[in-house]
């Protein structure tokens, strides 16, 4: 694999005197925009007398890299020596901004922000000097942790200046450091909990201790809604070590938490033991008559018709697929799929009075933190919410359903409550990635290239689980991928149908594109097929500018770049060696996505092997801006392309009875080592956009990118995911 | 009941069926050893008894009574990481870090019964040791780094 650096500067546009920039810095912007408090930079930097520098992280590290790639941005605005910086992960607090950690957008939203703060601290320090030697602060300059007087060669270490440092009016105004002077950013930093994990000492929420410290885990509803009629405990409280057995109210409000009956005790084998002798009878409600295949057949149906929302039409594709006399048409269909983060939802609380301290592994604090309130009718600033190190996020943290119902059960004890969940707690009260029927139907113009694309499809849309339609109704966000897809087409159409349903829908990795780009991608082959043309240079010739905006695109953050698009297509099809001839039996494939406002392209190469297929090379290549840490940055899209052939291969949840049918890793089963290609190879593009996140661009064009390859070797096409193929 | 993890002896008061994974984590303190299953499917819960890597989920803690428990914790000796360590820190192979020492103390048995793996026995020994971050191509690079290391120390 290979990485590179970008070796321009991160903010093109706003370069001043030797590419050097000006801000006004992050601090005053926050208290400017109305947060509870003004911000100094020791917020997010302290520096011991000893010198040992701590740079506090607001965003959730759940693996994406994130306490490294923004210390690292502080720590190279502030020259701190990176051998001596620990990181510490921020309680909740407004005075923060967001801290919400999804969308991947912790580096583009962030950014500015840590390196301005260290740029603060940095010209405090050198303030400070300049000061004690009685010179002008133009003659000094900072190393890594001191400060040097250049005339006289004289140096102070951070660590001594600190105190006096501390002194120093904030700056208003910082200068930020032009590309040339970068010491660390674009150079491969290790990630900084990697040794607490070696050593077992990571302390993941799973792993909070405290004095007194109760565990409860919690009998939810066997069907999605359904409510608790009688509970019998009698069993259950005769098991040694269970202290008391509490009811838990569902939560709806978008919240999402199950009703249900939660056994607490001295530790989690004793409430383990104690919820099997639980004798709960429920109240299943209307959910109950749900299955999957109740599901696909309404799905089916509604892409029959015309769409009940349009989420947009260029020019006029029924009319011309009526005057056509070869309409292609395809079908394809996806299953609810789950997070499964190896360490299962939990969350730590102590309720005492009208006050709650809670240990969450969460990526939405201030969500985790207003639910509680809310639930326990305590203002929001009676929760202390520390915010744990989490074993995987993938999108299940951004809920905060665990979090309010362990406030929930720890509100009826006198001590701090952990409430874990079990693997079947985990996999059968997720908030799945959607199902989805696609239906898209094109006629070819003589050049071969489509004239009408009419995109149906049906969904229960995520955004249903947590409220009533917005303006733009649920399909636009459904149709994130299919709706602003990038290929220009004159007539063109996306319709949506909601999907009613109870079973809980939330964010998944790259979230909507996940089921669309894999319609899209699979469909744009299969025309490329048909017209006999290319599939590389069929979708070069066809990315333009979205023709369909994307409503409520905030600030043209949505706008596509065609050129961007193109870039990574072409450098996964360099480094393929696309267009290089296949012998009979292999094939080669090849998708590509905007997501998250970055770009990714994979081929794939597969050789068909009797009944199977065996996957010979992974090729994936990204657009992210600059690379703040080529080290993390690689392992996101490793992990990003991984993780999608997990989901291509295997996943998928049912839904019988209003219930999921999965509940541990033996139905429902995730990538295994031997299934890994020996050849998984991962390029960035060097681009000077503004940088963007990394943790779901390289998602959801591997499925796609696969089932090219696999039609390519084979002649057969897979349209329903999992992919029903065998690897040999 | 007493166990013996990492040469301490720890007396326990637990019910005897209770698994050896819940009695390390809630009794004895150590949660380096990580919950992901409950049902010997996952493998992040690995720890060696008697130097055999099992899985502490399913494994009843009166199982091990008078035999050598050893945790992740207990992994490096007398100050110095174990060669699996040291290779994991050397690749960097964690992303959430969740499954890692499960997948540590699994490759520190194997190095032991298989100083040099193959690409395949690697592949093998972890094939049902899962990462949801699909750490898999690092951990295979560490296996293969540790080995070496161990060979050479």
């Known amino acids: 694999m290979t990485t590179s650096m970008s070796r321009r500067d991160f903010l093109r546009a706003s370069a001043v005197g030797g590419g050097a920039l000006f801000a006004v810095v992050a601090f005053d912007r926050l208290a400017a925009q109305g947060q509870a408090q003004a911000v100094r930079p020791d917020t997010w930097v302290r520096i011991a007398p000893d010198g040992a520098i701590t740079i506090t992280v607001a965003k959730s590290e759940m693996g994406q890299g994130v306490r490294t790639s923004l210390a690292m941005l502080t720590a190279e605005e502030m020259d701190a020596d990176w051998a001596v910086v620990r990181v510490e992960q921020a309680d909740h607090d407004p005075k923060y901004g967001s801290q919400n950690t999804g969308g991947s957008a912790s580096i583009r939203t962030s950014q500015r922000t840590m390196r301005e703060a260290g740029a603060a601290i940095r010209a405090m320090l050198v303030s400070a000097a300049a000061a004690t030697w009685g010179v002008a602060e133009a003659e000094c300059t900072t190393e890594p942790s001191k400060v040097l007087h250049r005339p006289s060669g004289r140096t102070l270490g951070y660590g001594a200046l600190a105190a006096k440092a501390a002194a120093v009016t904030v700056p208003a105004q910082v200068r930020l450091k032009g590309r040339r002077e970068f010491r660390l950013v674009g150079k491969a930093q290790k990630s900084v909990i990697t040794q607490d994990v070696i050593h077992g000492t990571a302390v993941y929420g799973f792993d909070v201790k405290l004095p007194g410290l109760l565990v409860a885990v919690v009998q939810r509803a066997p069907v999605f809604g359904a409510k608790v009629r009688q509970v019998d405990a009698t069993a259950a409280r005769q098991v040694p070590g269970v202290v008391d057995v509490v009811e838990v109210p569902a939560v709806a409000e978008g919240i999402g938490v199950a009703a249900g009956v939660a056994v607490i005790a001295r530790h989690t084998w004793a409430a383990l033991r104690g919820r099997s002798a639980l004798k709960v009878e429920w109240d299943l409600g209307p959910a109950a008559v749900e299955s999957s295949a109740g599901h696909r057949a309404a799905m089916r149906a509604a892409v029959e018709t015309v769409g009940k929302e349009i989420v947009n039409r260029v020019g006029d594709p029924d009319a011309v697929l009526a005057a056509s006399s070869k309409v292609i048409t395809a079908d394809y269909e996806l299953p609810f799929i789950a997070h499964a983060a190896m360490e299962p939802m939990n969350c730590t609380a102590h309720v005492q009075g009208n006050r709650a301290e809670v240990w969450s592994p969460s990526q939405t604090p201030a969500r985790s933190a207003q639910g509680i309130a809310r639930a326990l009718g305590i203002p929001v600033e009676n929760v202390t919410l520390h915010v744990t190190l989490m074993g995987g996020g993938f999108g299940r943290r951004l809920n905060a359903d665990y979090s309010v119902e362990a406030a929930l059960v720890a509100r009826k004890v006198q001590a701090p409550v952990k409430v874990v969940w079990t693997r079947e707690d985990d996999l059968r009260h997720d908030f799945y990635r959607p199902c989805a029927h696609h239906r898209i139907a094109a006629s070819l113009g003589a050049d071969g290239f489509p004239e009408a694309w009419r995109h149906r499809f049906s969904t229960p849309a995520i955004a249903a689980t947590y409220g009533p339609p917005g303006p733009d109704g649920y399909g636009t966000g459904e149709a994130d991928g299919a709706g602003n897809m990038a290929y220009r087409i004159a007539n063109r159409s996306c319709e949506y149908t909601l999907l009613e349903s109870a079973v809980p829908r939330g964010w998944w990795r790259a979230v909507h594109t996940t089921h669309t780009v894999f319609a899209v991608e699979s469909f744009l082959d299969e025309l490329a097929?048909?017209?006999?043309?290319?599939?590389?240079?069929?979708?070069?010739?066809?990315?333009?500018?979205?023709?369909?905006?994307?409503?409520?695109?905030?600030?043209?953050?949505?706008?596509?770049?065609?050129?961007?698009?193109?870039?990574?297509?072409?450098?996964?099809?360099?480094?393929?060696?696309?267009?290089?001839?296949?012998?009979?039996?292999?094939?080669?494939?090849?998708?590509?996505?905007?997501?998250?406002?970055?770009?990714?392209?994979?081929?794939?190469?597969?050789?068909?092997?009797?009944?199977?297929?065996?996957?010979?090379?992974?090729?994936?290549?990204?657009?992210?801006?600059?690379?703040?840490?080529?080290?993390?940055?690689?392992?996101?899209?490793?992990?990003?392309?991984?993780?999608?052939?997990?989901?291509?291969?295997?996943?998928?949840?049912?839904?019988?009875?209003?219930?999921?049918?999965?509940?541990?890793?033996?139905?429902?089963?995730?990538?295994?080592?031997?299934?890994?290609?020996?050849?998984?190879?991962?390029?960035?593009?060097?681009?000077?956009?503004?940088?963007?996140?990394?943790?779901?661009?390289?998602?959801?064009?591997?499925?796609?990118?696969?089932?090219?390859?696999?039609?390519?070797?084979?002649?057969?096409?897979?349209?329903?995911?999992?992919?029903?193929?065998?690897?040999? | 009941m007493r166990l013996i993890v990492n040469g301490t002896a720890y007396d326990i008061d637990a019910p005897p069926d209770i698994p050896?994974?819940?009695?390390?984590?809630?009794?004895?303190?150590?949660?380096?050893?990580?919950?992901?299953?409950?049902?010997?499917?996952?493998?992040?819960?690995?720890?060696?008894?008697?130097?055999?890597?099992?899985?502490?989920?399913?494994?009843?803690?009166?199982?091990?009574?008078?035999?050598?428990?050893?945790?992740?914790?207990?992994?490096?000796?007398?100050?110095?990481?174990?060669?699996?360590?040291?290779?994991?820190?050397?690749?960097?192979?964690?992303?959430?870090?969740?499954?890692?020492?499960?997948?540590?103390m699994t490759v520190a048995a194997l190095l032991e019964a298989n100083p040099d793996p193959s690409d395949e026995e690697i592949d093998e020994a972890l094939a049902r040791r899962y990462c949801r971050c699909a750490t898999y191509l690092r951990i295979r690079q560490a296996v293969r780094r540790a080995a070496e290391l161990k060979r050479g120390s």
């Open chain 1, 529 to 728: 097929a048909a017209a006999g043309k290319d599939p590389l240079a069929y979708r070069l010739a066809m990315i333009d500018e979205v023709t369909v905006p994307r409503p409520a695109a905030g600030a043209g953050d949505f706008k596509l770049s065609p050129a961007r698009l193109r870039g990574v297509l072409q450098l996964a099809a360099d480094k393929a060696g696309w267009g290089t001839p296949m012998a009979r039996g292999r094939g080669r494939g090849i998708a590509c996505t905007f997501d998250h406002l970055s770009y990714s392209a994979i081929v794939v190469e597969v050789t068909a092997r009797g009944e199977g297929i065996h996957i010979d090379r992974i090729v994936c290549a990204a657009d992210c801006g600059p690379v703040i840490n080529p080290n993390g940055a690689t392992q996101q899209l490793q992990g990003g392309v991984l993780q999608a052939l997990s989901v291509a291969l295997h996943e998928r949840i049912t839904v019988k009875g209003g219930g999921v049918e999965q509940g541990n890793f033996n139905t429902y089963q995730l990538l295994r080592l031997p299934e890994v290609p020996r050849q998984v190879e991962v390029y960035f593009a060097e681009t000077d956009a503004p940088p963007s996140g990394l943790g779901e661009t390289a998602v959801p064009p591997l499925a796609p990118a696969l089932a090219n390859a696999i039609a390519m070797a084979t002649g057969k096409r897979l349209r329903s995911m999992p992919l029903e193929v065998k690897l040999a």
């Open chain 2, 20 to 104: 050896l994974l819940w009695a390390l984590r809630d009794l004895i303190g150590l949660t380096g050893t990580k919950y992901g299953c409950g049902a010997a499917l996952c493998g992040v819960c690995t720890v060696h008894v008697d130097g055999e890597p099992i899985r502490s989920c399913v494994t009843p803690a009166a199982e091990a009574v008078g035999k050598q428990i050893r945790t992740i914790e207990g992994l490096a000796q007398g100050g110095k990481d174990h060669p699996v360590q040291q290779a994991w820190a050397e690749i960097d192979v964690p992303q959430c870090g969740y499954c890692q020492t499960g997948q540590i």
